[in-house]
């Protein structure tokens, strides 16, 4: 079945250290998407892309990293430049046209230790 | 700039009950919108989308939403809640413009809860 793969489901960071969570499609969606979810403040876009090798900045880009070297993987890091990592992290992914629905993976958790 | 607007964080209703959880949005074109379901620890599953067409849209497990453009609302409706709807509920529209990239902007979501 085509889906959205996510992994870790569960992630712990200690101070000062680089995590980096895995997205994986098998959709052939150009489009991905990652997205920080905290308790009601609903999902934030951090960083997306659109087509291999580019990639824009979300609403709260800053403390991650991306890259898109191929189509079908999206992986997000999150450095130590960002001080509050702990959250609920969503990847997505569409085709093209504007009026497709985006798709989510099941999430990584990922906390501090 | 466009936004959604989810009344109400929280909905309870009792099993059997009518279910609506309201969404409104702004937007100065014609838009395209989805309704979105999260369970526990899981990611977000779509449950319809109006883009354009009959306003009045189903979904699954039971939902239906109607686009209604004179008062910019997209409600999520469902006859007879069951324990299993319990779970926090996004309205989404779609960003306009060029090269937006797809971008969805979202709810700040409704919690529902289905009481025995």
């Known amino acids: 079945d085509g889906g959205i793969t996510q992994s870790p489901k569960y992630l712990f960071r200690k101070e000062g250290q680089n995590v980096t969570l895995s997205c994986e499609q098998n959709?052939?969606?150009?489009?991905m998407y990652w997205y920080r979810q905290d308790p009601g403040q609903g999902l934030r876009l951090i960083y997306y892309s659109q087509i291999v090798n580019d990639f824009q900045k979300g609403d709260i880009a800053e403390g991650y990293s991306v890259s898109r070297e191929k189509k079908e993987s999206f992986p997000l890091t999150v450095t130590s430049a960002q001080k509050n990592p702990t959250a609920f992290y969503l990847c997505?992914?569409?085709?093209?046209?504007?009026?497709?629905?985006?798709?989510f993976g099941d999430g990584t958790r990922l906390s501090i230790l | 700039a466009q936004s959604v607007t989810q009344l109400g964080s929280h909905v309870s209703v009792s099993e059997g009950a009518l279910v609506l959880l309201r969404c409104n949005y702004s937007s100065s074109v014609p838009p395209y919108l989805f309704w979105y379901v999260q369970y526990p620890n899981q990611g977000l599953q779509l449950l319809l989308k109006?883009?354009?067409?009959?306003?009045l849209v189903k979904g699954i497990n039971g939902f239906e939403a109607e686009f209604k453009k004179s008062e910019t609302s997209f409600h999520l409706t469902k006859p007879s809640a069951h324990m299993s709807d319990a779970a926090e509920y996004f309205c989404a529209v779609s960003e306009w413009g060029y090269n937006q990239g797809g971008k969805l902007i979202f709810g700040q979501g409704t919690e529902l809860s289905v009481k025995p």
């Open positions: 997505a992914s569409k085709s093209q046209p504007r009026n497709q629905p985006q798709h």
């Open positions: 109006y883009t354009t067409g009959a306003t």
């Open positions: 959709l052939n969606h150009d489009a």
